[in-house]
């Protein structure tokens, strides 16, 4: 199985004194949050998806690591009210989701991130940018919700991504009040579906943007 680049960096950022994370989007069906418990015996996680096929999937597969004790998963949409008190966590994670959002939605999922992390607490994000190829073949863009929609090659369902500069996505974060650390974009290919069996056919551009509370 290839290293993700964008997986091995933020489980870098990660500090031992990071033991309660939320990962938002179960990242690579649960492996990253696997790594994540391994590597600290008294870190506690909480993996969020919208997926409940995938949810079912991510379950066993923890279950089979006997780490479903430290690692809890479910349905929870990041971009409403979440069920935390205000600076409950020391590490926020979110690979590969926020790109999923509208402006509208991503404004209210920031503002939430930001107030249930803790007071100099980290948060990793990264998304998808508009050097993709999905972004550069687009059929549609929808610019009050920043959507671009592109058709499937297997399937030729549309699917829609707000697809980010380094500026979009560092802006957003800065309007909920989140520190900018640091900010790097590279190329990765990543897997095509959620099991993390497949790999796509093309090579996508990452933004990568490590921010504090």
């Keep these: 199985m290839p290293t993700s680049i964008s997986e091995e960096h933020g489980l870098a950022y990660m500090s031992d004194a990071d033991l309660v994370v939320y990962s938002v989007g179960i990242s690579t069906a649960g492996a990253a949050e ?9 870190r506690k996680i909480i993996a969020t998806t919208l997926d409940e ?8 597969f923890i279950a089979n690591q006997n780490l479903q004790d ?12 979440l069920p935390y008190d ?5 590490y926020i994670y979110a690979r590969l989701v926020l790109h999923y959002l509208s402006k509208q939605q991503l404004s209210s999922a920031l503002a939430e991130l930001h107030r249930v992390l803790k007071t ?17 073949i687009r059929i ?10 592109s058709a499937s090659p297997n399937t030729g369902i549309l699917r829609k991504r707000y697809f980010h500069s380094t500026e979009s996505i560092c802006e957003a974060l800065a309007r909920a009040n989140f520190s900018i650390v640091d900010t790097s974009s590279y190329s990765e290919q990543l897997y095509s579906g959620y099991g993390r069996k497949v790999l796509s056919k093309n090579i996508d551009h990452l933004i990568e943007v490590k921010a504090k509370k």
């Design 70 to 81: 430290r690692i809890i998963c479910k349905i929870e949409d990041v971009s409403k009210k």
């Design 120 to 136: 100099e607490g980290k948060l990793f994000v990264v998304v998808r940018s508009i050097e993709c190829p999905d972004y550069k």
């Design 34 to 42: 696997i790594k994540m418990a391994k590597s600290n015996a008294k």
């Design 86 to 90: 205000d600076e409950y966590f020391d």
């Design 140 to 149: 549609k863009y929808d610019e009050k919700t920043g959507f671009s929609y």
């Design 53 to 60: 096929e995938g949810l079912n999937e991510t379950k066993n």
